[in-house]
């Protein structure tokens, strides 16, 4: 059984109680269409990644158990506190490519493509990760920690970074230097120039300050959420793909071998003209995106997201069951469903939903 599928109830519950602070507290953290299209995000990446996502375990598995150099007891605590240590080092630098190598980036921007930063933006995951992230985890295997103890770190490293997308917890005084925290995580999914690039960690904010890219958030510069070129969309399959197929459509113009090459490896700001192309961010001039909405759109909407969701736990019950055709037949209906309610809510077609401009989009 998924652990996913027992967290599931969790994050809503959580969800239901961060908007309930809120309110409490009369202030708005949460927009119906943009948190919908975070968890059908959410949704479809479980659903891929029981497609694909078995690549990283079996990868991982096969450099362990031929390659790894030593024998771990699990029954060891410091087997576990080493495992967690460096798989959440390994994911600093799993991270930290993903925003400065543009192929890279593809997979990671539809985590930062919210416009919003609450708990169901940490629900909104790539559908494509599972490509390149088990190539970080290699020393771990080569260590021959087992894969099991690979399994478990990495699903504690994932859900400790739930509860750090919230707005509502202020400043942590001392933890700041020792754990990611609310604050110093709105500073990486904030679009602001001193935002850039900063804060890495999954678990641990001091692999940030050891490398030099932690950043304290600013009471007088406010995080501003999402990415410099807006997305445009609540499709979370264009949300996936969208970068790619900028990419792609460089690659295609490009002048040389040189600069078809730089548009797939560089950093996501790279142009031909400039080796950084990142402009200078105006907070007044940013807008967030938004259509037109009925009562009627809204509970529909609602009620597919949440159709979704059960779809995802039956899906985790009865997977074991399921030859594998019957299991990609079953996620692949899943995705063009969620692409379908996600169309619909953006009204448009089932198409890129506004044309690419030139320009970094990194944020």
């Known amino acids: 059984m998924n652990p996913i599928a027992f967290a599931i109830p969790v994050f809503f519950l959580l969800i239901a109680f961060e908007l309930w602070v809120a309110h409490s507290r009369g202030v708005s953290v949460y927009r119906l269409k943009d948190s919908l299209t975070s968890i059908n995000i959410g949704i479809m990446s479980e659903f891929s990644k029981a497609i694909g996502g078995v690549v990283s375990v079996i990868m991982y598995a096969l450099i362990a ?52 930063f609450n708990l169901s933006t940490a629900l909104r995951q790539s559908s494509t990760g599972f490509l390149f992230r088990w190539i970080f985890y290699i020393p771990l295997a080569l260590l021959g920690y087992p894969v099991q103890v690979f399994v478990v770190v990495g699903l504690i490293d994932f859900l400790y970074q739930y509860w750090v997308h919230t707005q509502l917890v202020g400043k942590l005084g001392w933890l700041e230097y020792v754990v990611v925290t609310p604050s110093n995580h709105r500073v990486h999914h904030g679009q602001n120039d001193y935002c850039i690039d900063k804060n890495y960690g999954g678990i641990f904010s001091f692999w940030d300050r050891m490398f030099g890219t932690y950043a304290d958030e600013r009471d007088d510069d406010k995080p501003v959420y999402g990415i410099r070129k807006p997305l445009g969309s609540w499709n979370p399959l264009w949300a ?36 950084d192309a990142t402009e200078a961010f105006r907070a007044e001039t940013f807008s967030r995106f938004d259509t037109p909405e009925t009562g009627r759109l809204r509970a529909l909407a609602f009620f597919a997201t949440a159709t979704g969701a059960v779809l995802l736990v039956a899906f985790f019950l009865l997977q074991k069951g399921l030859p594998q055709p019957a299991r990609v037949a079953y996620c692949v209906a899943a995705v063009l469903a969620l692409t379908a309610v996600g169309a619909w809510m953006t009204r448009s077609r089932m198409q890129a939903p506004q044309p690419l401009s030139q320009g970094p989009s990194h944020a």
């Open 65 to 116: 158990d031929r390659f790894g150099a030593f024998v771990w007891d699990v029954r060891h605590p410091m087997t576990w506190v080493s495992a967690l240590l460096l798989y959440d080092f390994c994911y600093y630098w799993v991270h930290r490519t993903g925003h400065e190598i543009n192929i890279l980036w593809a997979s990671h921007v539809v985590h930062h493509s919210s416009e919003e």
């Open 240 to 275: 996936n793909v969208h970068h790619y197929v900028q990419i792609g459509r460089q690659v295609k113009t490009a002048r040389s071998w040189r600069h078809r090459l730089m548009h797939v490896f560089a950093k996501p700001s790279w142009t031909p003209e400039k080796e």
